[in-house]
């Protein structure tokens, strides 16, 4: 079975399927990286312990994104006449996904979509990801859908119930197997309560995020409290950043963190602020609460659940909310015990056990998982 992935995220939820892969007899994996994501993708394969079996290296200085579309499809395609895999996984929603997935529909083989069903449904809103999500549809035979809501979204749209699972998130099962490899470090710097930051999304560029940072700097002046922020490599998110918060002494900026330490500093925060669409799912499995920094986020089951709140950009509400929260034991205490919908830390083998059901090789499939719909 073929998998495709290009970025480093990609990395992170695929990971888990392809060690459960390689400790099944039933399964022979064959790791396609397009290098969409070309540094820190290799070095996020070494972290997690995979070794790419064929790796496109697509691409080029000032690449423009019809020149990288027609570069993955042409070497994805390649690949896959070459191998003849039996399907090939894609996940998530970025060009190495669609092209992926067109590149295998082409060749007439099935394809399986891990994390399937995303759907802001705000025109504009995370482009081109919304659009890559939704023309992969069509095209998947197997849908593994992180949540009910998700799995909502694609029979909405409809695909037959059949064809859709409700598996949990792998980026969880990742998540929880890092932690329990332990390689990360914390970077907070103190005993203070830890208010961990990210902050990067193109739509949040400019005088946002400068708003979002004087916001910062009237948390900062509570003594109790570090705030963390890991600084986006962005000049941008940079320039914007900076200037405002260097030498606050209780501040502290550091480069992007590696992945496992991040996971680390995470579980050893009080809270998040962030942008992210990954973050939001990953704090309810370390019981953190989220504060988004925007309007509408792809994570809106955590916002149901009672782990997120959608605070948006004003400075005035984003300092509310922090505030809030470390004013509030209550309210607090009730983002913490929300429960996480993302997932337990199987949704690999449940994918696995209904591809080796469907294909005859196990009598039956792995159950989906029992998650209420939103």
Not at 84 to 113: K, N, W, Y
Not at 200 to 210: K, Y
């Amino acid at each position: 079975m073929a998998v495709v992935l290009g970025t480093m995220p990609e990395a992170i939820k695929m990971a888990p399927v392809i060690r459960a892969m390689e400790n099944s007899r039933l399964f022979s994996p064959v790791l396609i990286s397009t290098g969409q994501h070309r540094e820190l993708l290799e070095q996020m394969l070494r972290r997690l312990r995979l070794t790419a079996t064929h790796d496109l290296a697509v691409m080029r200085e000032r690449q423009q994104p019809s020149a990288l579309t027609a570069c993955l499809t042409n070497g994805l395609g390649e690949v896959i006449r070459e191998e003849r895999p039996d399907l090939v996984m894609v996940p998530g929603e970025t060009s190495s996904t669609l092209c992926g997935t067109l590149a295998a529909f082409r060749e007439q083989i099935p394809v399986a979509h891990v994390e399937a069903g995303l759907r802001r449904g705000v025109r504009g809103d995370s482009f081109p990801q919304e659009l890559n999500q939704r023309l992969v549809t069509p095209m998947t035979k197997w849908h593994f859908a992180p949540t009910a809501r998700a799995a909502a979204a694609l029979t909405a749209e409809s695909v037959p119930a059949p064809r859709v699972m409700v598996t949990g998130s792998t980026a969880i099962d990742n998540l929880l197997w890092a932690r329990h490899v332990g390689e990360g470090r914390s970077a907070f710097c103190s005993d203070r309560r830890g208010v961990l930051m990210t902050l990067h999304r193109r739509q949040n560029h400019g005088a946002t995020m400068r708003a979002i940072a004087a916001a910062l700097l009237r948390v900062a002046e509570r003594q109790d409290v570090e705030v963390l922020v890991p600084v986006h490599k962005s000049p941008t998110v940079r320039g914007a950043l900076l200037p405002a918060l260097k030498g606050h002494p209780r501040i502290t900026l550091t480069e992007p963190l590696d992945y496992f330490d991040f996971i680390s500093t995470l579980a050893s925060c009080e809270l998040v602020l962030t942008d992210s669409a990954r973050v939001p799912e990953e704090a309810p499995s370390f019981n953190k609460p989220i504060l988004v920094l925007r309007d509408t986020t792809e994570r809106l089951e955590a916002v149901q659940a009672g782990a997120a709140q959608l605070v948006g950009t004003d400075p005035r509400s984003v300092h509310t909310a922090v505030t809030s929260l470390l004013n509030d034991p209550d309210l607090y205490g009730r983002m913490v015990d929300a429960p996480s919908p993302f997932g337990d830390g199987h949704a690999s083998d449940r994918i696995l056990g209904r591809l080796a059901g469907d294909f005859g090789w196990t009598p039956a499939p792995a159950s989906a998982l029992d998650v209420t719909a939103a």
